[in-house]
């Protein structure tokens, strides 16, 4: 913009005390500005294009003229509707007189039905239902591809200037903020028209395999059992050229974990002139002006509005502390003591559940959890003390060997040197496996106790039962 332009539009703002006491508050508080351009280039791998393309004339192929099984499907019908008979037929009506109609006298036999053979073409061999799963595939890996890249494949050069500004004025605080975000079509035009003539061969096969999806042969063999991978090299997909390239482009799209794009981003930062920091400077406070001005000229109207109704902010009761070490110090400044708290629980936490269903109702659900738990910390605890052994064995030397009686020498030192470690460790096994026999006998004879008093208890409340007592009667004998 030019300046004597800008210039002209704030002298015609008019106030210019006032518009001159918001500037010095803008330019004596704290500013921060970022001025950059972003490019952004999108990159398409041109080779798994080219391979569907290639490949797509072999399934089309297909298609048209699938290879079929002849099935033979015997009948009996009317002599009427019999257009084939073959030896089988003969052998049929000898055996089955029940069939036969009338016999002459010169032996001339006349059937009433005639068992028939069918010639029928079925589609639904291994090869065909694996060019149908094929098909299917072929349209997930487009169609992802597709519509993630239809959302990136427009691609501008973006300005991006932002200012921020916080000050003070009489007993006021202000903040201010001024975005602005301008895209333009990128300088470079030629990789655009490149990127668009690959998204419309991308959009062609897309459609292509629409079309093969809508055909008679995929419709029919959707609906039978798809293959499920490893797909089975038949002879007909080893020899034959078409299955044979659909059975490589399976192969291939099967090893293809890419997106099938790369985006290239391109960051630089601009300089902030002098004038340039002025024209933002006088935005903010034309900004602030423009306020100031409207809440005076609105006092009246903006005073009789009234505010909402307050509303009652629900609060939290903090029953639990999560125990959230900072480990980005060393571990001297953190402390032995909270790493191995922290450890503990964590583990303790996973441990209960893994461990819970629900309040303990399944015994044997709560066994296995268990057992599951301890192992999968067991071999955490293994792998952890492996790497530390293989670490300091291999620490044992710096010293390259040259020849093979220094690399034999290395090996044994090295094997000598985990070995001693092994050792060591084991030593601690046995150590954790005594401190829990100990546990173990002393939880055990916590339960006798608990038995023998449970046994007691029992005893008492038998003995305090109310018994029933027979009443006495003494009959007296009558006197003679």
């Not at 009506?93 to 006349?110: A, R």
């Not at 307050?310 to 032995?336: H, L």
């Amino acid at each position: 913009m030019d300046k004597s332009i800008f210039d002209n539009f704030i002298s015609q703002s008019g106030d210019d005390e006032y518009l001159a006491r918001f500037l010095g508050a803008v330019r004596g508080g704290e500013n921060s500005i970022l001025h950059n351009r972003i490019t952004q280039a999108v990159m398409l791998d041109e080779s798994w294009i080219n391979t569907l393309e290639s490949a797509l004339y072999s399934i089309e192929q297909i298609v048209r003229n699938p290879r079929k099984f002849i099935i033979e499907n015997e009948l009996i019908v009317d002599v009427a509707k019999a257009r084939r008979t073959n030896s089988k037929t003969v052998r049929h009506l000898s055996s089955h007189s029940q069939y036969v109609q009338n016999i002459s006298d010169d032996g001339e036999v006349t059937p009433k039905k005639l068992l028939t053979a069918e010639l029928d073409e079925d589609l639904a061999i291994y090869e065909n239902r694996f060019i149908c799963a094929l098909v299917n595939r072929l349209i997930l890996f487009v169609e992802q591809r597709y519509l993630d890249l239809s959302k990136k494949i427009d691609v501008f050069t973006e300005t991006n200037i932002k200012m921020r500004s916080s000050f003070s004025l009489g007993d006021s605080r202000f903040k201010c903020e001024i975005n602005l975000n301008v895209e333009e079509p990128p300088e470079d035009t030629e990789n655009v028209d490149a990127n668009a003539r690959l998204f419309e061969r991308i959009d062609v096969i897309r459609r292509r395999l629409r079309v093969l999806q809508a055909t008679d042969f995929v419709r029919q063999l959707s609906k039978i059992k798809p293959v499920r991978p490893p797909i089975q090299k038949t002879n007909l997909l080893r020899k034959n050229v078409d299955y044979n390239n659909c059975y490589k482009l399976w192969l291939f799209i099967s090893s293809y974990t890419y997106l099938g794009y790369s985006i290239e981003l391109k960051d630089k930062n601009l300089p902030v002139g002098g004038d340039y920091y002025d024209d933002l400077s006088m935005l903010a406070a034309l900004s602030l002006r423009t306020l100031i001005f409207d809440n005076v000229l609105n006092k009246e109207k903006y005073d009789a509005i009234e505010y909402s109704q307050p509303e009652e902010r629900e609060y939290n009761i903090v029953n639990n502390f999560e125990f959230e070490p900072d480990f980005g110090d060393s571990k001297a400044q953190v402390g032995e003591e909270a790493i191995n708290e922290y450890y503990y629980r964590r583990m303790r936490d996973e441990l209960y559940r893994a461990a819970q269903e629900g309040e303990f109702e399944i015994e044997n659900v709560l066994n296995v959890n268990f057992v599951k738990f301890f192992r999968s910390v067991s071999r955490i605890n293994d792998a952890m003390v492996n790497e530390l052994i293989d670490e300091q064995t291999n620490a044992v030397t710096d010293i390259q060997p040259k020849t093979p009686l220094e690399k034999k020498l290395l090996k044994y030192r090295k094997l000598k040197e985990k070995l001693a470690r092994r050792k060591v460790y084991l030593k601690l096994k046995w150590e954790e496996l005594e401190r829990t026999q100990r546990l173990v006998e002393r939880t055990q004879n916590k339960l006798d106790r608990a038995k023998a008093e449970l046994d007691k208890a029992k005893t008492s409340v038998r003995a305090k039962k109310t018994t029933v007592r027979k009443k006495l009667v003494i009959k007296r004998k009558k006197q003679s």
